[in-house]
């Protein structure tokens, strides 16, 4: 092991054979051939995941598989996403993980993302949102202790109280748990389901039951079990039906409540500090 006092470039070949180079600039740099680590105090700037610029007190660079962590007020930019943390973690699948005090904005999708801990992949469009959970997109907010999905391919979950607002929409709900499906980012047959206590507000008209189904291409609301539906709005009203006689809609690739979430790495449900990194630099 030995001590570099500036800069350190790492150069790693692809499997394909494409050659690539990611840097790392620090205070202090200590280099474990035989860990294959670098570990970084003090100013640090790591260039990464093709183009990332990460920046940190202190961290540590994984040369088998391109992983890595930061810890200290982390920023990191790429493109038109920006993150910060408290701490960050970087995955060989150019997953980001932050924790403590996250907040992530994607420009491009014109999406924000906050919460205590977040896991999140701009290219496969998975995210997942645990403690103080917030989501905003041009479709609305979703606010829950834990929000889990695929902003790409949608389909989105969020438990243990959420709320629910949407301006597009004219919509303001609250349930026990929330999925939303649709076909794609561009998919007009979206379908919200709202389970446990469900209440949701809709141009003035108001929907009570233990669940509730709105649907976006036919402006359907279907409920179950004891309802309540109070009409103030007839002009602005949606369509309604009880129980499951809406006709379904879309083509057999339809996203359903059932569909697995695209893009979930196998390691989703890992606590941020675990086997995956060197427990010795926790």
Do not use: C
Request: hydrophobic share 35%; proline share 2%; glycine share 12%.
């Amino acid at each position: 092991m030995r001590k570099i006092y500036g800069f350190l470039a790492v150069f790693l070949i692809a499997a394909g054979g494409t050659a690539w180079a990611d840097d790392i600039t620090a205070d202090i740099l200590t280099y474990d051939g035989k860990a294959k680590t670098v570990t970084a105090t003090g100013n640090v700037v790591i260039h990464a995941n093709e183009g990332a610029v990460v920046t940190g007190k202190k961290g540590q660079y994984y040369f088998e598989n391109r992983s890595a962590w930061l810890d200290g007020g982390v920023e990191y930019q790429k493109d038109q996403t920006v993150m910060t943390a408290e701490k960050m973690y970087l995955y060989e699948d150019k997953t980001t993980r932050g924790v403590g005090g996250v907040y992530i904005h994607d420009e491009a999708e014109k999406r924000t993302m906050k919460g205590d801990d977040i896991m999140y992949n701009p290219e496969t469009g998975f995210g997942k949102i645990q403690g103080n959970g917030y989501l905003e997109s041009v479709d609305g907010i979703i606010e829950a202790p834990l929000i889990e999905g695929n902003m790409k391919q949608v389909k989105i979950e969020a438990t243990g109280g959420v709320h629910l607002s949407s301006t597009m929409h004219q919509m303001n709900g609250y349930g026990d748990k929330a999925v939303y499906t649709r076909s794609g980012q561009e998919g007009i047959d979206g379908k919200l389901i709202l389970t446990g206590n469900a209440h949701v507000v809709q141009n003035g008209n108001s929907f009570d039951g233990p669940e509730l189904i709105m649907r976006d291409a036919e402006k359907i609301v279907e409920t179950s079990g004891r309802s309540t539906i109070t009409i103030t709005n007839t002009a602005g009203a949606s369509s309604m039906a009880a129980g499951n006689q809406a006709a379904e809609t879309g083509g057999t690739e339809r996203v359903t409540e059932e569909t697995p979430i695209a893009g979930r790495p196998s390691y989703a449900d890992e606590p941020a500090q675990s086997s995956f990194f060197d427990k010795d630099h926790k």
